[in-house]
């Protein structure tokens, strides 16, 4: 089974290497990014089944991102990972694409249940889509 590929967009390397740690423990692949124009770049080439977003990022920051990858009809996740915990903040998230949304601080296990949920359900996804194209479970 392929492994599943996940991008790390946050501008805090602490932060970013913590959950780097703990998602290529458990299988997944990873790469990380700490602004927001080379996270573009890394979504494009790198071909994430999820990303892990902050918003507040040097260059260029979460929400654009989200937009872009929702624009660009790409097929992944977006779990939103941020200080910005106003309610109207989640609903923006929301709103614009993503996934799921999570407050920091955070549960770095808490997180780790919650990309595998995002990934089950994208799984799920992909195959309901093969029954769909090839008329076989």
Known sequence: MKRERILIVE??????????FNLTRRGYVTAGS????????????FKPDLVVLDLM????????ICRYVR?????????MLTAKAM????????EIGADDYMTKPFDIK?????????LEKRRGK??????MRNGKP
Not at 11 to 20: P, Q, Y
Not at 34 to 45: F, P
Not at 87 to 94: A, E, H, I, N, Q
Request: hydrophobic letters at 45%.
């Open 57 to 64: 990022l040097p260059q260029m920051d979460g929400w654009k």
């Open 126 to 131: 992909a195959a309901f889509h093969d029954v």
């Open 11 to 20: 501008d805090e390397l602490d932060v970013l290497d913590l959950i780097d």
């Open 87 to 94: 309610p109207d903040d989640r609903v923006k998230g929301f």
């Open 71 to 79: 624009q660009q009809n790409m097929d992944c996740r977006i779990l």
């Open 34 to 45: 700490l602004d927001g124009i080379d996270a573009l770049k890394k979504i494009r080439h």
């Open 110 to 118: 808490e997180l780790i249940i919650r990309v595998e949920r995002l």
